[in-house]
Structures are given as C-alpha cells and as structure tokens.
C-alpha cells in the first residue's frame, strides 16, 4: 500500500492519520473517494485486499485535499500542506 517500504500495519494508520488531519469521518472520506465506508475500514485497519484502483481512488483523495505522505530513511509520516498566503 501507499509504495512505502514500511511494514503493512502502517500504511492504515498513515490513511487514518491523513483522514484525522483534514477532520473528515470514515464515512465523509469514503463519499468523496466514492468507495464504502467498509472499504475506507478496511484500508485503515490493512484488513483484506483492495483493489489497487480502489487504494489509489483514496490515496488520490486525500493529496487532493493537501495531504503529503512523506518518507525519509528512519521515518515515515503525514502532512497537510498550508495554504498560500
């Protein structure tokens, strides 16, 4: 998930960190990415195996709003990019 080189248990929590990030409930994430509210479940708690389509329909979602998954050698996170001022 997410083409990080992390282990797999932390790519959910990086999707429910950015979902926290902007505010948004399972369910306001999953009505934006048009996927269900199991799915968003489902790729936050790395339980069974979505479709890559339907990982990159969240993914893609998420960075429309700002969101950066960042990776650096010993750390992996999530950030919102600011607004222009």
């Given at each position: 998930?997410?083409?990080?080189?992390?282990?797999?248990?932390?790519?959910?929590?990086?999707?429910?960190?950015?979902?926290?990030?902007?505010?948004?409930?399972?369910?306001?994430?999953?009505?934006?990415?048009?996927?269900?509210?199991?799915?968003v479940?489902?790729?936050?708690?790395?339980?069974?195996?979505?479709?890559?389509?339907?990982?990159?329909?969240?993914v893609?979602?998420?960075?429309?709003?700002?969101?950066?998954?960042?990776?650096?050698?010993?750390?992996?996170g999530?950030?919102?990019?600011?607004?222009?001022?």
């Amino acid at each position: 998930m997410l083409g990080l080189r992390y282990a797999v248990d932390m790519n959910g929590k990086l999707i429910a960190a950015a979902r926290t990030l902007l505010g948004w409930s399972q369910d306001q994430l999953a009505e934006k990415a048009e996927v269900s509210r199991r799915t968003v479940i489902s790729l936050e708690t790395d339980k069974g195996d979505p479709k890559r389509s339907t990982e990159k329909k969240v993914v893609d979602t998420l960075k429309a709003q700002g969101i950066e998954f960042t990776e650096m050698p010993d750390k992996i996170g999530v950030a919102i990019r600011r607004e222009a001022e």
